[in-house]
């Protein structure tokens, strides 16, 4: 299905003293998913700093 028109999102995962846990960015992503976004990118501007995922998703 293609689209000229897109809406776009971006959300944070907080990361801890360990950096971001996979599980809180798969959990996150699964959710965002079924809703039907689509990741496009992910950002982490700095250590520690929380990790910036980039969506897309189609508008009606």
Same mark, same amino acid.
């Given at each position: 299905?293609? $689209?000229?028109?897109? $809406?776009? #999102? !971006? !959300?944070?995962? +907080? &990361?801890?003293?360990? =950096?971001?846990?996979?599980? &809180?960015? *798969? /959990? +996150?992503? &699964? *959710?965002? =998913?079924? *809703? =039907?976004? /689509?990741?496009? $990118?992910? !950002? #982490?501007? #700095?250590?520690?700093?929380?990790? *910036?995922?980039?969506? +897309? +998703? &189609?508008?009606?």
């Amino acid at each position: 299905m293609a $689209s000229d028109r897109w $809406s776009y #999102q !971006v !959300v944070e995962i +907080k &990361a801890n003293w360990k =950096g971001a846990t996979r599980d &809180a960015a *798969q /959990e +996150k992503l &699964a *959710q965002l =998913g079924l *809703q =039907g976004w /689509e990741l496009v $990118s992910v !950002v #982490q501007p #700095q250590r520690f700093a929380p990790l *910036q995922l980039y969506l +897309k +998703k &189609a508008m009606p």
